[in-house]
């Protein structure tokens, strides 16, 4: 079993910036996979980023050049750094990490937007 802790979220005007963990319980080192997703009210979950273990990324092009995916391996931490924030980003925001023994998601951290 595996738990994944996101931390990081809170509210925040628009414009401002925040920067998202996820702990991982295990070593994430052979983790090819990861990725951050968000879930708005009433929307269905979407992919904000991603990143490989040979830190190959992706991102929604709604997010692009505004946030920053990273992982550090030896704290088996995710992250994402969140620029220019807008009241659309408002969602919470999971984890979700594809260990060889199965996908693991985190339980979320609300992130809210004022305009």
């Known amino acids: 079993q595996v738990q994944l802790v996101e931390s990081g979220g809170g509210l925040v005007q628009a414009g401002a910036s925040l920067r998202l963990s996820c702990a991982a319980s295990?070593?994430?080192?052979?983790?090819?996979?990861m990725g951050w997703y968000r879930q708005a009210p009433g929307k269905q979950r979407e992919l904000v980023a991603s990143?490989?273990?040979?830190?190959?990324?992706n991102y929604a092009d709604s997010v692009k050049g505004r946030f920053t995916i990273s992982r550090d391996n030896v704290k088996n931490t995710l992250y994402l750094q969140m620029n220019s924030l807008k009241p659309e980003d408002t969602a919470v925001y999971l984890c979700?990490?594809?260990?060889?023994?199965?996908?693991?998601w985190g339980q979320g951290t609300q992130v809210t937007v004022s305009s």
């Open positions: 979700h990490a594809d260990f060889a023994y199965g996908g693991y």
């Open positions: 295990r070593s994430i080192f052979r983790v090819n996979a």
């Open positions: 990143i490989t273990s040979a830190s190959t990324t």
